[in-house]
């Protein structure tokens, strides 16, 4: 993964802040990779967040894939997850559930 994106990669482009966050909170391109591969997706408020909670370290872990040190991070992508905008760790996933807003019967 790096800074750029460039057409031989399907990486998506990491935002500078995205690498000033990453940094900041201890998170490198590993990490980040694991998540983007193994994490499910929400779609939600406009952008895709990768996560990895307990539930997926749980049913990684049967298939012999050890996922535990990226419990909690969240990777939050644009929409067609061309770009990383930000990093983060926070095992509350709560605040992944779409909100209030018009809802269409």
């Given amino acids: 993964m790096n800074k750029h994106s460039s057409a031989a990669s399907n990486a ?5 802040h995205a690498w000033t966050r990453m940094s900041g909170r ?8 694991t998540v983007l591969s193994y994490g499910r997706v929400i779609h939600v408020r406009g952008a895709a967040i990768h996560v990895i909670g307990r539930k997926e370290v749980e049913k990684l872990a049967r298939f012999g894939v050890d996922v ?3 419990e909690g991070v969240q990777v939050v992508c644009t929409p067609d997850g061309s770009a990383i905008l930000t990093v983060y ?6 605040g992944l559930k779409p909100r209030g807003g018009r809802r269409w019967h």
Wanted: net charge positive.
């Fill in 68 to 70: 535990g040190s990226c």
């Fill in 89 to 94: 760790r926070n095992s509350d996933f709560r």
């Fill in 12 to 16: 998506p482009a990491i935002t500078q």
């Fill in 26 to 33: 201890g998170l490198n391109c590993r990490t980040i990779d």
